[in-house]
């Protein structure tokens, strides 16, 4: 098929640039697909504009025709700049990988042409890096960037069509806590704390006080702030906070977080059970928060999970936490999803037995997870039809082993690894054929943050007598 003229000049160009910077062959060159999609209303208006304003550097010629970089094209396409008499692209020099490392607009593009940057923009290669561009500033993943990816990590289609996407969603999460249950916790745990009298609150009254709420761990991460709340709520206290929920506090070592005011025996009545929800949500969203980081850093993009190996009476406010933590809750309960675990099995007979007979109750409406020993469990588990296959106590290796495996028998499946998992070791189950990675180190052994409420002594201003 015959080049059409501006592919040829093109190729042409870049020969010639790379023949000046001495490259060692020409067949490394990158082809551009100048296909041009329609132009919106807004890309029209840009165009137009570009032909005013003109700031005429560094002219080229052409064809006998002088050509000057205009910087107005700069707030049409915000990717380009110019430097050293040749036009770059900060999204393409930034991937060369995936632009090409011989791309004009990679070592610099001398033809100073509005069309030249037109149809730049409309390549795919650079529509390609201008998505990772979008990936690393905002974590979103665009459909056009996944083939990119696939080649860059060696990622499978279906790491990408697994339903499951690791997200931080800046919602206000307060809104998943229906009020009555705050209201129902807050009464239980201040019943469960004073369930007779008070001798204490004899000694300081009920005169107006207020109390600072001060976080003694820094870099901790701001979790409870609903049930701490809703405790001061319940005594006709008000609580002012200073930080949103899910901010990181510190680095200070001291972080003046609320103010609490009421009266005084009230604020001390709910003193501590509000600190200690607090404390043990904030450290529950810290790990959480680091856990994140360690799989963005590693550039995995499965979903971290918690368990329900969670405190009696006290699961509400740890699922919560993993939330604002941004991880994935797992089931909140038995009935938020059926797992079938090893005791499940051997007391039914076979896995094949037991996701026929919980398909036979759950219907459509409730997934099923199979905790699976080997690769052949995991096999006859999503033969029998279900639809998590949980690959328990793993060493890493054979967890990538199995995991592709099954993967590539069950592509819909959902894998996941579980067991033995700490924050020290997560990294080395990271695959990108396993979907979740669930820890109950989240809640089992996390270390909880410092909150202290501190009464503020009243001012005692100086009498002063004034001689007659």
């Not at 704390?193 to 009920?206: E, I, Q, R």
């Not at 026929?356 to 039809?385: L, M, N, Q, Y």
């Not at 396993?434 to 089992?444: A, E, F």
């Amino acid at each position: 098929m015959r080049m059409n003229s501006i592919q040829l000049n093109f190729r042409r160009q870049c020969q010639q640039d790379q023949e000046e910077a001495g490259s060692e062959s020409a067949s490394d060159l990158v082809d551009i697909d100048f296909a041009e999609p329609p132009a919106t209303q807004d890309e029209d208006s840009a165009s137009r504009s570009l032909n005013t304003g003109v700031a005429p550097t560094s002219p080229t010629t052409a064809g006998g025709k002088q050509y000057k970089y205009n910087a107005q094209w700069e707030k049409a396409f915000p990717w380009l700049y110019f430097e050293g008499n040749v036009m770059f692209c900060k999204y393409c020099k930034a991937e060369p990988q995936l632009a090409g490392k011989l791309s004009s607009f990679v070592v610099g593009n001398p033809h100073l042409k509005k069309d030249t940057v037109k149809k730049h923009n409309a390549s795919k290669k650079h529509i390609e890096c201008r998505d990772i561009h979008i990936i690393k500033s905002t974590n979103e993943y665009p459909v056009t960037v996944q083939s990119a990816l696939r080649r860059q990590n060696n990622f499978p289609a279906s790491h990408f069509t697994s339903p499951l996407k690791m997200t931080t969603p800046q919602y206000d999460l307060s809104h998943t806590l229906p009020p009555h249950t705050l209201t129902r916790l807050a009464r239980e745990w201040l019943a469960e704390d004073t369930p007779n009298f008070d001798p204490a609150g004899l000694c300081v009254g009920s005169h107006e006080v207020e109390a600072r709420l001060l976080c003694k761990t820094p870099c901790s991460v701001l979790a409870g702030r609903p049930f701490f709340t809703a405790v001061f709520t319940e005594l006709s206290c008000t609580v002012e906070w200073a930080h949103k929920e899910g901010a990181q506090l510190g680095p200070d070592a001291v972080t003046q977080t609320a103010v609490v005011r009421g009266p005084a025996r009230c604020v001390l009545l709910g003193e501590r059970p509000a600190l200690n929800c607090l404390a043990r949500a904030s450290g529950i969203a810290t790990r959480c928060s680091q856990l994140q980081s360690i799989v963005r850093e590693a550039g995995w993009h499965g979903h971290v999970a918690g368990t329900r190996k969670t405190t009696p009476g006290f699961r509400l406010v740890e699922k919560y936490a993993m939330l604002v933590g941004g991880v994935s809750m797992h089931r909140q309960d038995l009935s938020g999803m059926v797992m079938l675990k090893d005791n499940h099995i051997w007391a039914s007979g076979s896995i094949t037995q037991a996701v026929r007979d919980a398909r036979s109750v759950c219907g459509f409406s409730s997934k099923i997870e199979v905790e699976c020993g080997s690769r052949e469990e995991g096999s006859e588990a999503a033969t029998a039809g279900a639809d998590v296959v949980m690959l328990d106590n793993f060493k890493p290796q054979e967890l990538h082993v199995a995991a592709q495996l099954l993967k590539e028998e069950f592509p819909s499946v959902l894998i996941e690894a579980s067991g033995g998992v700490t924050p020290d070791s997560l990294p080395q189950y990271l695959s990108p054929h396993v979907d979740i990675i669930s820890l109950g180190c989240i809640t089992q052994g996390c270390p909880v943050a410092d909150f202290s409420l501190k009464v503020q002594k009243p001012v005692a201003f100086p009498i002063i007598f004034q001689s007659q």
